[in-house]
Structure formats: structure tokens, C-alpha cells
């Protein structure tokens, strides 16, 4: 069983989003909140079931594709129980590069969980992104489903989302649990 409420879990190819992370671990846990991180190739899916938050980090790779760790389990993610858990999502991506697939991970990762009912926290603005779409956009493209990280472009602005990100969710957290 878990020792913390809170399960990091990433999937990475080039280490950028368990680097990312751990910035948010470190958040956390000068809030006060134990944080255990994961990559998703060195786990069992049904881990995910056993913490009541966790936070959920993909890269966008090219033109829209899913990082293959999380691409591989993509139909158990689905099936889990989750309608107790809160979930809240990161993705790295590069707008300017592919700025017709900006993070379009996140919405990926967002689809396969939406079926399991767990409830969803930490939506991004899209004000100071540049890119032209997004499947991790909102209906109306005011927000993203979660964090938008671009290291390629907009690496000055991670460490500030980041710290920004986590005080929103924890008090978001603190709003569910109430």
C-alpha cells in the first residue's frame, strides 16, 4: 500500500518530463506534502488505484504523438478505478515547433482517464502560449487541461508555472477533499 496520497507518475524519453516532475515534487513537498514519483514503464498500471492524488506527466512528441510508455497502456488506463482519485495532468511539448500538436498529449492522457470518473484539477491558461491547436485545450481554448511545459521554447517561464501550478492545486485539492 502507498505511504503518500500523492503519486508523480511520467512517462519520458528524454528525461525533460521526469525532470519537470521532480521541480513539482519539490513544490510539494515544501507545502509539506510527501510526493512519490514513478515512470510508467517501471510500474504496474493498478498502482495508479492506490493513491487519492496523482499527477500525470506525458510529452507531445512531433506531430501529436503519444510518449510510448503511456501509449502502450493506454486501453487499461480506462478501465481503472479511479472514481476517488484526483488527477491532475502535466505535458511538455514545443509550440513553435509544432504548434498544430502543442501538448496534444495532455488530451490524449485526459481522454483515456476521463471514462474512469475520477475528478480532474489543474487547468492551465492558454495566455502566453503561441500555437495554433491543441486537443489539451478546453472547448473554448481559454485553458488547458493541465500544465503546459515548453523546454524548447519558453524554459525561462517552467520553474514560475510550475510554483504557480502547484499552489493552485493544492488548493484545488483542498476544495475536493472538503
Known amino acids: ?43 504496474e498500471p ?3 488505484e ?11 512528441w512531433d506531430f501529436g504523438g ?3 510508455d503511456w501509449e502502450e497502456i493506454g486501453d487499461i488506463l480506462s478501465e481503472l478505478s479511479l472514481e ?10 514545443d509550440q513553435f515547433g509544432y504548434g498544430d500538436y502543442f501538448v496534444d498529449a495532455i488530451g490524449w492522457l485526459y481522454e483515456k482517464l476521463l471514462p474512469t470518473n475520477a475528478t480532474f484539477i489543474g487547468q492551465w491558461p492558454t495566455e502566453g502560449y503561441e500555437f495554433e491547436a491543441s486537443r489539451a485545450c478546453v472547448h473554448d481554448k481559454t485553458h488547458f487541461i493541465g500544465l503546459a511545459i515548453d523546454e524548447d521554447q519558453q524554459f525561462d517561464l ?21
Open 66 to 68: 503519444i510518449q510510448s
Open 50 to 60: 492506490q493513491y487519492s492524488t496523482l499527477i500525470l506527466g506525458i510529452p507531445t
Open 158 to 178: 517552467t520553474d514560475q508555472r510550475i510554483e504557480q501550478w502547484v499552489i493552485q492545486l493544492y488548493a484545488e485539492r483542498a476544495v475536493e477533499a472538503a
Open 46 to 48: 493498478s498502482l495508479l
Open 84 to 93: 476517488n482519485t484526483t488527477i491532475a495532468l502535466y505535458g511538455l511539448g
Open 1 to 43: 500500500m502507498a505511504h503518500s496520497s500523492i503519486a508523480l507518475i511520467y512517462g519520458t524519453d528524454t528525461n525533460n518530463t521526469e525532470e519537470v516532475g521532480q521541480k513539482i515534487a519539490n513544490q510539494w513537498e515544501e507545502l509539506g506534502e510527501e510526493v512519490e514519483i514513478f515512470n510508467i514503464k517501471d510500474i
